[in-house]
C-alpha cells in the first residue's frame, strides 16, 4: 500500500494510513453512487471498494455514505472531502508531466472554446503561441457546461468560458481571469430595434430575442437582470453559443443579445448596440482542474492570450 510519508515528529499522523488508491475508490464510489458500479469502473472485487470506504470513514470518523436502493448517497462530508480529494488526485496525476518536461514539449494540449470566442479573440494567439513551442491544438467548442465535463473527465487541458456567478462555480475548477469582454444586442440594419430612440433593456424586450440557453453563464447574467428589473424576455430561439446566436440574427429571426466585443469580426454588417450600462463588463476565464500544475506550455498559452487581449 503507497501511504503518505509519516509526519517526522511525534506520533504518526491518521494521514499516514492512507492510500492513493483508497482515495480513488471513494472518488469513484461518490461519482458512481453505489459499491458494484464502482468496483466495475475500478476492476476491484466489491468486498474490495466496501474495505476502502471502511477504512476511510475510520480515519475520518464520520460516515461518507449511507445505504439507498441499491446504490448509496453520498453525506454532507463526503461531499466536503469529496472536492478535495479530487484537487489533491489531480496534482498527484499532474507531477507526472512535471516529471516528463521534455515530453511536455511536444504533447498535444486540447482547448474548448465557444464559437465566436475562437474565431475573435483566441485564433492569433493560438498562432503565436506556435512559433515558440510545438505542442499541437486540438480545438474543441463548447459552452461552459460542456468545458466543465470535458476538464473533468479529463478529455481537455483547458477551457475559455464566461466567469460563472459565485453560487454556479463548481469547487472542482480552478478559473484564472483572461480578458474583460462586454455584453452586446445585435440585429439587422433596419430592424425596429436599431431604430429605436433609446437602446434600454425595456425597449430591448419589447422585440424577438435570441440568446443562448439556460444555465449558460451569459444566459444566467441576462436572466437575473432582467428578473431585478421587472421585464419578461419574449425569446424566440435559444442556441448553444455566441456563434449561432449571431447566424441566427443574420437569418432575421431577432435581436441577439451575448457577450463579446463591439467590434467582433462576426457581426460585421449588423448593428450592434453596447448593453454594458445595463449588463456591465464580463470576465472571460480560463479553466482547468483544481490541484493541477499546469506545464510550461499550457502556462506559457494562458499568457500568449492574455497579452493578445490587453485593451
Known amino acids: 500500500m503507497v501511504g503518505v510519508m509519516k509526519q517526522s515528529t511525534g506520533s504518526p499522523s491518521r494521514a499516514s494510513e492512507l492510500s492513493v488508491q483508497q482515495l480513488q475508490t471513494f472518488q469513484c464510489v461518490y461519482e458512481r453512487g453505489g459499491y458494484a458500479a464502482a468496483a466495475r469502473e475500478m476492476d476491484l472485487s466489491v468486498p474490495t471498494v466496501w474495505q476502502h470506504i471502511q477504512t476511510l470513514q475510520r480515519l475520518y470518523r464520520t460516515d461518507l455514505f449511507e445505504k ?20 489533491l488526485l489531480a496534482g498527484l496525476d499532474s507531477t507526472f508531466d512535471l516529471a516528463e518536461d521534455k515530453e511536455s514539449d511536444s504533447r498535444p ?16 494567439p493560438l498562432q503565436q503561441f506556435r512559433q515558440t513551442w510545438n505542442n ?29 456567478e459565485n453560487e454556479n462555480a463548481s469547487p472542482l475548477i480552478q478559473f484564472e481571469p483572461a480578458y474583460l469582454v462586454e455584453f452586446l444586442a445585435i440585429c439587422k440594419k433596419g ?18 430575442l435570441v440568446v443562448t440557453r439556460p444555465g449558460t453563464h451569459g444566459r444566467d447574467a441576462l436572466d437575473h437582470t432582467l428578473h431585478r428589473e421587472r421585464l419578461t424576455a419574449n425569446v424566440v430561439a435559444e442556441t448553444d453559443n455566441s456563434g449561432f446566436t449571431i447566424a441566427c440574427v443574420r437569418a432575421g429571426l431577432g435581436v441577439g443579445v451575448l457577450a463579446g466585443r463591439p467590434q467582433g469580426e462576426l457581426c460585421r454588417r449588423l448593428v450592434v448596440t453596447s448593453l454594458r450600462r445595463h449588463l456591465g463588463e ?9 490541484g493541477r500544475l499546469l506545464s510550461p506550455p499550457i502556462l506559457s498559452l494562458v499568457d500568449t492570450i492574455k497579452r493578445c487581449n490587453v485593451g
Do not use: C
Not at 142 to 147: E, I, K, L, P, S
Not at 282 to 290: A, E, T
Open 68 to 87: 439507498s436502493g441499491r446504490g448509496v448517497v453520498a453525506t454532507a462530508m463526503a461531499a466536503k472531502l469529496y472536492a478535495q480529494v479530487t484537487e
Open 109 to 124: 494540449i486540447t482547448i474548448v472554446a465557444g464559437v465566436r470566442m475562437m474565431m475573435e479573440e483566441i485564433a492569433s
Open 136 to 164: 499541437p491544438l486540438v480545438l474543441r467548442e463548447g459552452n461552459n457546461q460542456v468545458a466543465e465535463e470535458l476538464i473533468l473527465s479529463g478529455e481537455a487541458d483547458l477551457a475559455l468560458t464566461l466567469e460563472p
Open 191 to 208: 430592424h425596429p430595434f436599431a431604430v429605436a430612440a433609446n437602446s434600454t433593456l425595456r425597449e430591448l424586450v419589447k422585440h424577438d
Open 282 to 290: 464580463r470576465q472571460i476565464v480560463f479553466m482547468w482542474r483544481k
